[in-house]
Antibody
């Protein structure tokens, strides 16, 4: 299993950024996927979940209405579109594979993360 | 929301010693608890799930126990590579993480 995030960087408050995750080594289309973030020196915060077929999506209250998760099962990619970014969104964003059926919120495999810094 | 409280925040241990980390849930989560290890500069890694089942690749010196609201992660004999931050997580009702325990020399 390999999860590789792309697209982190420095962005001004109020702007947008998209992070991507390339998945390999498992049947991507069969698994719910998540984004989990970690602010510098802080703990883990779940951000978003997407069902295998994209029919169901969930978001943390802190990002609801600003972030959007989507996936491309044909290309084995997961995305997080982040709009109206705030300084408190500064964090490393991890792409995470769930444990599958019955273990939807068990975070079985993690990517190395993409660092997003929101600052003027 | 279920709150997961870890103790202690920091655990000073010498190599070869036993380490015991605690995690308490604000309500019963049955056995739906996982433990993750995060070394400096690395992503978290799943160590234990279902309170006591070791994930693939987890050394046998790591063991988990508990059910309901009280959970424990034990490292029987600390190796140098075990100094890290450990997070517990409940996934019984949605999910929540504990704030972490740093195991340091």
């Amino acid at each position: 299993v390999q999860l590789v995030e792309y697209g982190g960087g420095l962005v001004q408050p109020g702007r947008s950024l998209r992070v991507s995750c390339a998945a390999s080594g498992f049947p991507f289309e069969d698994y719910p996927m998540h984004w989990v973030r970690q602010a510098p020196g802080k703990g883990l915060e779940w951000v978003s979940r997407i069902e295998w077929n994209s029919e169901n999506k969930a978001y943390a209250d802190s990002v609801k209405g600003r972030f959007s998760v989507f996936r491309d099962n044909a290309r084995n990619f997961l995305y997080l579109q982040m709009n109206r970014l705030r300084p408190e969104d500064t964090a490393r964003y991890y792409c995470v594979k769930s444990g599958g059926s019955g273990f939807d919120y068990l975070f079985e495999q993690w990517g190395e993360g993409a660092l997003v810094t929101v600052s003027s | 929301e279920i709150v997961m409280t870890q103790s202690p925040a920091t655990l000073p241990v010498s190599p070869g010693e036993r380490a015991t980390l605690s995690c308490r849930a604000s309500q019963s989560v049955r056995s739906n608890v996982a433990w993750y290890q995060q070394k400096p500069g690395q992503a978290p890694r799943l160590l234990i799930y279902a309170a006591s089942t070791r994930a693939a690749g987890t050394p046998s010196r790591f063991s988990g126990s508990g059910s309901g609201t009280e959970f424990t992660l034990t490292i029987s004999s600390l190796q140098s590579e075990d100094f890290a931050v450990y997070f517990c997580q409940q996934y019984n009702r949605w999910q929540t993480f504990g704030q972490g325990t740093k195991v340091e020399i």
